[in-house]
Nanobody, 124 residues
Framework: QIQLVESGGGLVQAGGSLMLSCAASGRSFISYTMGWFRQAPGKEREFVAAISWSAGTTWYADSVLGRFTISRDNDGDTVSLQMISLKPEDTAVYYC?????????????????WGQGTQVTVSS
């Protein structure tokens, strides 16, 4: 079991950048596929990005491809999401999540553990 704590959210103007971080505590962080999801008011939680345990494979939603970069530090038990060229439609609560299985990385129900979320607001 692991615990996840996100940080780095905030208010930024359109075109700006933010770096989100997720600190994991517990056992065997390296064995988990890690993902970032987001949820805007009135909308379902949606996949943003994911990274395999070795960082050898990454996945991105089409809406963020080329603007967001996911990375992980298995020594420091952290996963990060670098976000550039932010748009107002990126406004949401961003969640870090962990799963044991590699399959279904874009599906929220496939994830075993979740953080509490961090708010990202992009003003126009």
């Amino acid at each position: 079991q692991i615990q996840l704590v996100e940080s780095g959210g905030g208010l930024v103007q359109a075109g700006g950048s933010l770096m989100l971080s997720c600190a994991a505590s517990g056992r065997s962080f390296i064995s988990y596929t890690m993902g970032w999801f987001r949820q805007a008011p009135g909308k379902e939680r949606e996949f943003v990005a994911a990274i395999s345990w070795s960082a050898g494979t990454t996945w991105y939603a089409d809406s963020v491809l080329g603007r967001f970069t996911i990375s992980r530090d298995n020594d420091g038990d952290t996963v990060s999401l670098q976000m550039i060229s932010l748009k107002p439609e990126d406004t949401a609560v961003y969640y870090c999540a962990a799963k044991r299985r590699v399959s279904g990385v874009t599906v929220p129900a496939e994830y075993d553990y979740w953080g509490q979320g961090t708010q990202v607001t992009v003003s126009s």
